[in-house]
């Protein structure tokens, strides 16, 4: 069988998306592996998600450290897992310019709206307010701004009348649940192309 993509997900809480990613690596033919699952907060629910799979977890609470210092930890925990790319998947801090930078193309992460719109929080609550036609999610490659970077893959989500941020937020996670797993698969797909894989 040829060589899968060595993957490393970063969560902060609940990790359903991550969950999702995991399924996908099931099959035989998905072109990555999640090698590592890791966290900056040490009680999230989905480090115990991956642990009952056998996936290995890393956890390290951030409170108290500097953001450089921080990510220099979750660095070395990454290579030390000889992880090839990251995803980020509910993983709720900024990370530091060197950490991206070092990771330069490599990082994705996913996103609960229709980027550029709604960078940061609450963003179904935002799309509802502004009488928006379609809300959805997108996956992006990281850079050091927050929720900024080349979309990658995007879907659309129709806002119902009667639809709250929460019902809203809902039938988009569905969403995020299929499009994160394949984009990631495509990304993984050529950079395994590449050749260029370290
Ligand atoms: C998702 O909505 C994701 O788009 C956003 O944070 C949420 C994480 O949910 N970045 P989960 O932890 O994957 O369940």
New binding site residues.
């Given amino acids: 069988m040829s060589p899968k993509l060595r993957v490393g997900v970063m969560?902060s809480?609940?990790?359903?998306?991550?969950a999702s990613i995991l399924a996908a690596a099931e099959a035989p033919d998905c072109p990555y592996e999640v090698v590592l699952v890791a966290s900056n907060n040490p009680e999230a629910p989905?480090l115990a998600f991956a642990d009952e799979r056998g996936v290995a977890v890393w956890a390290h609470d951030h409170r108290g450290m500097k953001r450089a210092e921080f990510d220099r930890l979750v660095d070395a925990a990454m290579r030390a897992a000889n992880v090839q790319m990251i995803a980020l998947?509910?993983y709720m801090r900024l990370l530091s310019p060197e950490f991206v930078e070092s990771w330069a193309g490599r990082i994705l992460?996913?996103?609960?709206s229709l980027l550029p719109k709604y960078k940061g929080l609450d963003t179904h609550a935002r799309a509802i307010a502004a009488g928006d036609g379609e809300a959805g999610?997108s996956v992006h490659i990281v850079t050091p701004e927050l929720d900024d970077g080349p979309v990658v893959a995007q879907t659309r989500v129709p806002i119902l009348a009667r639809d709250t941020p929460e019902t809203l937020a809902e039938r988009v996670?569905k969403e995020?649940h299929r499009l994160y797993p394949a984009a990631l698969a495509k990304c993984a797909a050529d950079v395994l192309r590449s050749g260029n894989p370290a």
């Fill in positions: 969560i809480g609940r990790g359903s998306n991550m989905g998947a509910g992460n996913i996103h609960p999610c996670l995020e």
